[in-house]
């Protein structure tokens, strides 16, 4: 995204005092970048973290959940409190990019952009505390562990809202594909749950030359893996999203010999919590009925994992709103769908209203892949509609005012 000097973006008061310090904040990213670090190990990035915001002045809580941080700044008398919420850790996967800034730490990597996401939040906090004006209470939350879909849990457990009450909570990915700078709301869900199976199918292993003395767990195997479709197919409602994923099967070693037992392991997702819990029940049963249609036997732990992310339609509808007004209908996608992806910001939305939104990062490649690579033309629009959000929030009703 190319942003001319004499666009409305630049002329607006919030863009030009955020490009003031751009380039410090595009630096700020790159480090993390280069310096990546994994689920509750953000130790130095939440470190580079506090530091800035108690420069900015904020009353700062660190080691919240481990590394986490909760930023406060409260102006006027307003009593209404808005949380912002940022992800800080890495992914174990080996950069491909070649950046210059490329990871230093060979097996991690920022591939999901949640540099990014930090160097947003902290570039609108700053404007937050130098130039916004607002009646009322703002709330930064900087979260480890968003990739193993731990740290909103943990924050929670160590009693987030509770400590630092908000009356909504919002929070934002950047997606590739999506135009840059262009923005992206849905209500109701917003991105799928994600559950897991483990399956064993235990048979009685043999020689390969004589199956009719053995149970071939390979056999059942294959045949459950097709019939684990029929639930998406014959027993979910055709209106519904769901997905079974079998990513991974093992079983056997040598080709001419029946083992003993063959071991899948499934993803499963679904936008519907009643079609998460119809999942949950029918895959079980159908691997223990498949199993035993051939004698085997099939053993079966189900991991719930994170619930699906649903959007509050009030708040929703007012992120959108502010969208529309600070950057004009042409970077508000009309009808942005779900994403089967996932994210522990579900567990902060059943705590508490708010709405997860979504930032096109332009073309390139997906989120978690060796050749991510985040865009820095998007913190800007980004951190710019985080500072919209907030001075119209602690303001309401929603500001008309010409920018
Ligand atoms: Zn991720
Ligand atoms: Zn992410």
Not at 61 to 79: D, F, R, Y
Request: hydrophobic share 40%; net charge negative.
């Amino acid at each position: 995204m190319n942003i001319a000097v004499d666009s409305p973006l630049v002329q607006d008061r919030v863009a030009r005092k955020i490009r003031t310090y751009l380039d410090e904040i595009i630096a700020f990213r790159r480090d993390l970048h280069q310096n990546p670090e994994l689920a509750f190990q953000e130790k130095r990035t939440s470190n580079l973290v506090v530091s800035h915001l108690a420069s900015y002045g904020y009353q700062i809580e660190h080691g919240i959940a481990g590394t986490g941080i909760v930023a406060t700044l409260k102006k006027g008398e307003g009593s209404r409190i808005i949380g912002l919420r940022a992800d800080m850790d890495a992914l174990p996967i080996a950069e491909a990019t070649g950046l210059d800034y490329a990871s230093r730490n060979k097996s991690i990597m920022h591939a999901c952009g949640h540099d990014g996401h930090t160097a947003i939040l902290l570039a609108a906090a700053r404007y937050l505390a130098e130039f916004s004006e607002f009646d009322g209470t703002v709330r930064l939350i900087f979260q480890p562990a968003e990739e193993i879909g731990a740290g909103a849990k943990k924050l929670l457990a160590e009693g987030l809202f509770e400590r630092f009450p908000v009356d909504a909570v919002f929070g934002l990915h950047n997606w590739p594909d999506v135009p840059a700078g262009s923005f992206g709301f849905v209500p109701g869900p917003a991105m799928a749950s994600v559950d897991q199976a483990y399956i064993k199918v235990v048979g009685k292993g043999g020689h390969g030359a004589e199956p009719h003395r053995g149970v071939d767990p390979v056999l059942a195997s294959a045949s459950l893996i097709t019939a684990l479709q029929s639930i998406v197919s014959r027993n979910v409602d055709p209106r519904e999203m769901a997905v079974i994923t079998v990513g991974s099967i093992h079983g056997g070693s040598a080709s001419n010999v029946i083992p003993e037992s063959v071991e899948l392991k499934l993803t499963v997702r679904t936008f519907n919590e009643a079609v998460r819990q119809q999942l949950s029940e029918r895959i079980p049963a159908l691997a223990r009925a498949q199993a035993e249609s051939f004698g085997a036997k099939a053993e079966v732990e189900y991991r719930f994992g994170f619930p699906s992310v649903l959007n509050h339609a009030d708040e929703t509808a007012f992120a959108r709103k502010v969208a529309l007004q600070t950057f004009g209908d042409e970077k508000v996608i009309a009808d942005f769908k779900p994403r089967t992806a996932s994210e522990d910001f579900a567990f902060l939305l059943q705590a508490r209203p708010g709405s997860y939104l979504f930032v096109g990062n332009g073309d390139g490649a997906p989120l978690h892949s060796a050749s991510y690579d985040f865009n820095d033309e998007i913190i800007l629009p980004a951190a710019h509609y985080w500072v919209r959000l907030v001075e119209s929030y602690l303001s309401s009703p929603v500001s008309t005012t010409t920018l």
